[in-house]
Structures are given as structure tokens and as C-alpha cells.
């Protein structure tokens, strides 16, 4: 029973990786799609390959370890500030489907998922978490933390959860769509303060490009 647990575990870890493989060969594919002139006569073209690439970035986005972002990037670098409301918008709903997908997974699934690949330790402590609120949840994690930094950190949560979105290599946690499903399956955040905390975090590029975008692109070269 446990080598069959085991083997269960590893077929779902392996599936994992496959989906984040494939995440980021599409996610490749499809900023060297966009990659092409702009003209009238392609204008139709143009106008379903955007509405194409932005449910992508919305799914491929949402996924760990997916650089769905760069979609949302390639998309204002070369359509300008015009598309910048839109692609913000994608990113907002992409963010948010990760954390709410954090939130429904049950808890005895993470935990046995845990156990089958033989992470015992992460088990037992979210085993110890079943069934507490966000503040009990608070005070067990800052007990177990190191003494310096890191219950800071945890107590103020959603200014972390901001910055670390914008954090320069924040790929090596998941991107912005690990960090939201940890932030979902924590139960820590509540939805209205994520959503916007998040609405918040994914706002300085954007403005940016409303502001100053068409006076970039008017530079001599």
C-alpha cells in the first residue's frame, strides 16, 4: 500500500510538470505569434489573435512556474497603451482564478499529496492547521517560524504578498500565479483584501504605459 501510494504521488508530480512544460512552450508559441506587422489589411487577423492570446494569458498565467506574463508584456510593448486596460484587466481575473483555486482544493487532498511524495513534515503541519481560522492559522505559523524576519513578514501578509509579486525572480516561488495559489490555499487572505491588494500590486507597469507610453514610442531611436 505505501509503494502504491508513493507511485500515485510521483504519476501526479509528473503530471504537474508536464502541464507547466507545455504552459511554457505555449506560452513561447504564442509571443513568437505575435511577432508580425500591423496592417489595415491584417487588421481582422490581428483583432482575433489578440482576443486568442488573452484567454491564454489568463490560463497560462494562473499556472505555476508559467512566464504568462511575458504574453501580457509582448501585448503593450507592441500595441501600446490602447491595449494596457485590457491586458491589466486579464491579469487581475488570472491572479484572482489562481486564488480561488487555492482556496477550493481541499485540504486532505494537499495533505496526502504531500505524504505520497514523502514531504511528511509540510503534511503534518497543514494536518495541524485543519479547520482553524486565518488568525489561528497566523499564530501556529509564526510559533514555527525563525525568530527574525519571517513572522514580520507573515503578519503583514498582503503588503508581502505585493511586493513579492513584484519581485524581480519571483519565478523561483511559482511567478505571480504560485504566489497566488499558495495565497489561496493558505486561507490566510481574505478575497476582498486579496483582490485588491493584487489590483494594487500589478498597477505601476501598467500606469506607467497609460502615462508615458506614446512619448516612449515617439523617441528617437
Not at 489562481?98 to 481541499?106: D, I, K, T, V
Request: hydrophobic share 55%; glycine share 8%; with cysteine.
Amino acid at each position: 500500500m505505501p509503494a502504491r501510494r508513493h507511485m500515485a504521488g510521483l504519476l501526479k508530480l509528473a503530471i504537474l510538470i508536464a502541464i507547466i512544460v507545455a504552459g511554457n512552450l505555449l506560452t513561447r508559441g504564442i509571443i513568437d505569434g505575435l511577432d508580425m506587422d500591423i496592417r489595415p489589411s491584417n487588421e481582422p487577423m490581428l483583432h482575433q489573435i489578440i482576443m486568442t492570446s488573452m484567454v491564454a494569458y489568463i490560463l497560462l498565467m494562473a499556472i505555476p512556474f508559467v512566464p504568462g506574463v511575458e504574453i501580457g508584456l509582448a501585448l503593450m510593448m507592441i500595441l501600446g497603451p490602447k491595449i494596457v486596460p485590457l491586458v491589466y484587466g486579464c491579469t487581475l481575473i488570472s491572479l484572482s482564478l489562481a486564488f480561488m483555486a487555492g482556496r477550493l482544493l481541499p485540504e486532505k487532498s494537499i495533505t496526502r499529496f504531500l505524504r505520497e511524495v514523502h514531504l511528511v513534515k509540510a503534511a503534518a503541519f497543514l494536518e495541524s492547521c485543519h479547520g482553524l481560522g486565518a488568525e489561528q492559522r497566523l499564530a501556529r505559523l509564526v510559533d514555527k517560524s525563525p525568530r527574525r524576519w519571517v513572522p514580520w513578514l507573515l503578519k503583514h501578509r498582503y503588503l508581502t504578498l505585493m511586493l513579492a509579486i513584484n519581485l524581480p525572480g519571483n519565478m523561483v516561488v511559482g511567478g505571480g500565479g504560485g504566489l497566488a495559489l499558495m495565497a489561496g490555499m493558505s486561507r490566510m487572505f481574505s478575497i476582498h483584501r486579496y483582490i485588491l491588494t493584487v489590483a494594487v500590486a500589478i498597477s505601476p507597469i501598467p500606469l506607467f504605459l497609460v502615462i508615458f507610453g506614446d512619448r516612449i514610442a515617439n523617441w528617437p531611436i
